[in-house]
């Protein structure tokens, strides 16, 4: 566990593989469901961080506190609800830096 952990995950990771994957194919047109990239891609490996991101946002949602939280919240309405991949550049973040 480390930074090598850490470079690996980001890098070359299943997340980011599969997540490459869901943002080219909505750019192609052709989007896919995170379960058929998981299928098509994995080898019968699961995806962890879709579900965990589905579970954080209910938690985030239940406390009430989504405004605090606008680069998760954003990622998951890329993910889960339709936006753009793109839309994560057009975030305005500067109030929480």
């Known amino acids: 566990c480390g930074v090598a ?5 980001c ?7 599969c997540a490459d994957i869901f943002a080219k194919n ?3 047109g052709t989007p896919k469901a995170w379960d058929v990239i998981e299928a098509e891609e ?3 490996q699961k ?3 879709t ?5 954080v946002m209910k938690a985030i949602k239940a406390k009430g506190v989504v405004d605090a939280f606008p680069l998760f919240s954003q990622i998951h309405k890329i993910a889960f609800e339709g936006a753009k991949p ?5 975030m305005k973040l500067e ?3």
Do not use: H, P, S
């Open 47 to 49: 995806l962890q961080g």
């Open 26 to 28: 909505i750019a192609a």
């Open 86 to 90: 793109e839309t994560i550049i057009d």
């Open 42 to 44: 994995l080898n019968g």
């Open 11 to 17: 890098f070359g990771g299943r997340n980011r593989k």
């Open 5 to 9: 952990d850490l470079v690996t995950t």
């Open 95 to 97: 109030k929480y830096y």
């Open 51 to 55: 579900g965990t991101a589905q579970d």
